[in-house]
């Protein structure tokens, strides 16, 4: 087991400067801001299985972790290493998941991970997206956020999902694809680096390697063409190489950064690598001033999306239903519904204005209308609705009928014919005036789904009424004209139609005469009785729907209950703006701090 480091690794690092702005985008990664979209800048840690990515961490961080044969790192482990100044101060090591904190020790740690990873992606060999916080904050560590990602791995090996190089390339493509990320590329210097997995991944990504820092471990086995190696840069590693060789067995920390300088100052190879290329405390360094850089190249651009994605928030959620408070509001809001649906139907169905709704022709209810009813009459002309018998009739006289008696049961039986069409015309203009009705109460009451199927309904029961009420002036004004012949219009002699000139063109004649009677007489009751619908009618009826008892169906109170649907978008928009409030929090706190150019 590691020893407690007695001396940071080294000095020029952890000035201070970097750990309020590391804590606040800690503090933001623990809100999990992130699955806002608002990527946060990270140092990721990529590399094959083995390539010794457990060893750099632990190294950099003067613990111990699972590390070694198998894969041991099966999920995310979001390391957090934080300096504690005072020398005398215990170490504090604890692990947070699942909402959890578990605290540890230095000796803990590996059966700490190990547990904790079992109850996070199960015992098997199988691995999760959901992340590990390993906090190990003591004297002399870096101050420095890692999230160290499973190995990859080309061959299942028993007991592994048989798709886990694909479960891996996600996972490891999820924390590197965002170009906040810094990657780590872990490399063993026993392999030939254009042929390493995680080289093509990261180049995938960032094919310039301008956020790409190439770590180089093994350096004690394979000193061999090292040098040659990183100097050539085959792979494009913008942000350079630095060659290190970790804890061999169960060396102190000591022991090995002691062990480490003297093997890259004496061995006749490794010596002559820069020292700026080599050891675990350049590295440390390196990586401590790339996160300066990065954290104060993004939180400005951070903050903002902050600020754009809580107004949007906020936005949507002041734009959905108001809430009623109490039965009083519930009568105030279907009152401002029933008179703006009132002023839009009396413009659409009474005078013809679509000033509202010019492009939506749904909505042009009164020429729809008026199209209806010329199509419906224009059956209703002689031409259709005279057949062959009754011209004999009325040519011949009928045997022991007088004329006019021929005449008159002519009419009748045009009357008899003309009776349905005129029935369904009706049903016909009532249906579509109820769908015409429904849409604009409807968009009026867009803001109270609840009350919608009771408005609804009141509107289809009085339609009903209208229905029966047209039909029942069909059949009256029918019977009317069944009567007999009657009109005061051009007959100035008092002409006797049915004997003045042949019975044929005196029953065309007299037939136009009905026929416009008969639509004329349609079109005003129909607008007679909209008139009375939209001015008198609705309301009463959807007020008495409304007002019913709740047993009954209606029931205003049902104003005051929020649909579900509605309740869960505002539970949902209102998490997440508390979410965006508090990292607001967290940033303003330290905005102030972050000066241009304070390099
Ligand atoms: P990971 O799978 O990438 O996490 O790799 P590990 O950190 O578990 O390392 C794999 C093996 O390589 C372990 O047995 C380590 O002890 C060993 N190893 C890692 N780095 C070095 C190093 O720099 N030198 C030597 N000699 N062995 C190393
Ligand atoms: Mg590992």
Known sequence: MAAAMHAPIISSYNNGRIRPLLDCVDKLRALNVMQEGIQLPTIVVVGDQSSGKSSVLESLAGISLPRGQGMSTRVPLIMRLKNQPDPESPPEIHLEFNGKIVPTDEAGIEDAIISATDEV?????????????????????????????????????????????????????EHITSEESIILNVLSATVDFPTCESIRMSQAVDPTGKRTLAVVTKADIAPQGLLEKVTADEVRIGLGYVCVSNRIGSESSQDERNREAELFDTHPLLSKI?????????????????????????????????Q?????????LNALPKTIASVGEGFAALIRILNSTKRSLTKLLLTG??????????????????????????FLKSENIENEDEISDLEMGLPGFLPHRAFLYTLQKRLNRASPVLLKLVGDLWAYIETGVINVLSLHCENHPQIQSGATRAVESIIAKKKEESARWVTEIIGMEKLGIYTCKNNPQGMDLATAFDAKTGMAAYWEI??????????????????????????????????????????????????????????????????????????????????????
């Open 514 to 599: 009905v026929r416009t009677r008969l639509v004329d007489g349609l079109v005003l009751h129909i607008l007679f009785k909209c008139q009375k619908l939209v001015e008198e009618e609705m309301e009463e009826e959807v007020v008495k729907d409304l007002t019913a008892p709740p047993s009954g169906g209606g029931g205003i109170e049902r104003m005051l209950e929020e649909s579900s649907l509605v309740a869960e978008e505002r539970e949902r928009l209102s998490k997440r703006v508390e979410l965006l409030q508090e990292s607001q929090d967290v940033v303003a706190k330290i905005i102030g701090r972050i000066v241009p150019g304070d390099d």
């Open 353 to 378: 204005d679509f000033g509202e709704y010019p492009e939506d022709t749904e909505m042009h209810i009164i020429a729809k209308l008026m199209e209806m009813l010329n199509r419906g009459t224009a």
């Open 121 to 173: 992606a199960g015992c098997g060999k199988g691995i999760s997206h959901t992340p590990l916080t390993l906090l190990v904050k003591k004297c002399g560590v870096p101050d420095l956020t890692m999230v160290d990602l499973p190995g990859i791995t080309r061959v299942p090996v028993k007991g592994q999902p048989h798709d886990i190089y694909e479960q891996i390339r996600d996972i490891i493509m």
């Open 274 to 306: 820069d020292k700026s290329m080599v050891s675990i405390p350049v590295l440390a360094d390196k990586l401590v001033s790339i996160q300066e850089n990065i954290i104060s190249k993004c939180l400005p651009d951070i903050v903002k999306k902050i």
């Open 308 to 316: 754009d994605k809580l107004a949007a928030n906020l936005e949507e």
